[in-house]
């Protein structure tokens, strides 16, 4: 079978399995290698030395020694992951569409994390040659709130799993993929056709809105990070480095795989976010017509730091 190399999260992936919606990059080095395979899940199944972790209802991991990781769905061996390499079990009887929205989710999460990154649950959006990073709990409205941003011109640098290199004087921010999901009625609010655009999978009405040409394809040192809240009022609001450090803590994609040793470290990670980083709260309207002006009130936030 004839591997594809794509460019993603600050890495060269190697893949079986082709993303036509994906930078192709023509290079001899990679990093990430994406095939099709024998998992050995049946036999994490039955080992002493797992720990398990549901991550949704439906989704949950089996940490087996050496920190391979296998993601299960619905009871369904998936993936088999570790640092530069994912598995993918070819017998799952998945739809297409549904099993890449498993891997550009959870099994990448899962592999920057265990490459060294922390991993947030948030989007990103290149301002002024910056990234401005929008996080908070899931359903909050972080897709929404980044496509009006691309709606007014602005790059988007990731959709929902955020990577970012802790370096000593800054930190920075990989660009994923160029795609954001979307509810029909979003895509519906800026006068477009859902009906357009692919699903996600079969089992929702979302679906992945290609942002191939208006898309930052370089990494972007933080500007500021925005937690969105929402509170019925449009304004930003200054917290403390005890709170900013809970919030980074609660966005930690993997934080219900850390064990004692990557704890210290995702506390680490955060600590050294918050010593560089403004952290802040965004509180939002949920409602369509305060959009505009939710993306007002960030300008002026950034021009004045």
């Known amino acids: 079978m004839r591997s594809i190399t794509h460019y993603a999260h600050g890495l060269n992936i190697k893949s079986e399995l082709f993303f036509p919606e994906f930078p192709i990059k023509e290079t001899s ?18 080992s002493k030395n797992i720990r398990e972790v549901y991550l949704s209802k439906f989704t949950k991991i089996k940490i087996t020694s050496g920190n391979l990781i296998h993601l299960f769905w619905n009871d369904i061996g998936i993936f088999s992951i570790n640092n530069n390499e994912i598995i993918i079990n070819p017998k799952t009887g998945l739809n297409l569409n549904f099993l890449k929205f498993l891997l550009f989710g959870h099994a990448f999460a899962i592999l920057l994390h265990l490459r060294g990154r922390l991993v947030l649950h948030a989007n990103a959006i290149n301002m002024d040659n910056n990234a ?14 980044s496509f009006t941003f691309h709606q ?10 955020l990577s970012i290199n802790i370096g000593k004087k800054c930190q920075t921010v990989y660009p994923s993929f160029p795609r954001i999901k979307l509810w029909p009625d979003v895509i519906r609010n800026f ?19 290609n942002v191939s040409g208006n898309f930052s394809d370089i990494e972007k040192q933080i500007k500021t990070i925005y937690f969105i809240k929402e509170t019925g009022n449009i304004k930003i609001e200054e ?10 803590i609660k966005s930690s994609y993997c934080f ?6 990557e704890l210290s470290e995702n506390l680490s990670q955060c600590s050294a976010i918050v010593n560089k980083v403004p952290v802040k709260i965004l509180e939002v309207e949920k409602s369509y017509e305060s959009l505009n002006k939710l993306v007002e009130i960030v300008e002026k936030d950034i021009l004045k730091n």
Do not use: W
């Not at 917290?239 to 980074?248: D, F, S």
């Open 152 to 161: 007014k011109g602005y790059k988007l640098l990731c959709d929902d799993v």
């Open 256 to 261: 219900k795989l850390l064990n004692e040793s």
């Open 132 to 145: 401005i990073v929008i996080s908070g709990v899931s359903g909050i409205g972080k897709s929404t709130i």
């Open 29 to 46: 080095n990679v990093d990430v290698f994406i095939r099709f395979g024998k998992t050995n899940l049946s036999n994490s199944i039955s």
């Open 191 to 209: 006068e477009e056709d859902p009906g357009m655009i692919p699903k996600i999978h079969n089992k929702t009405s979302k679906r992945f809105y």
């Open 239 to 248: 917290i403390n480095p005890q709170k900013a450090m809970m919030e980074l």
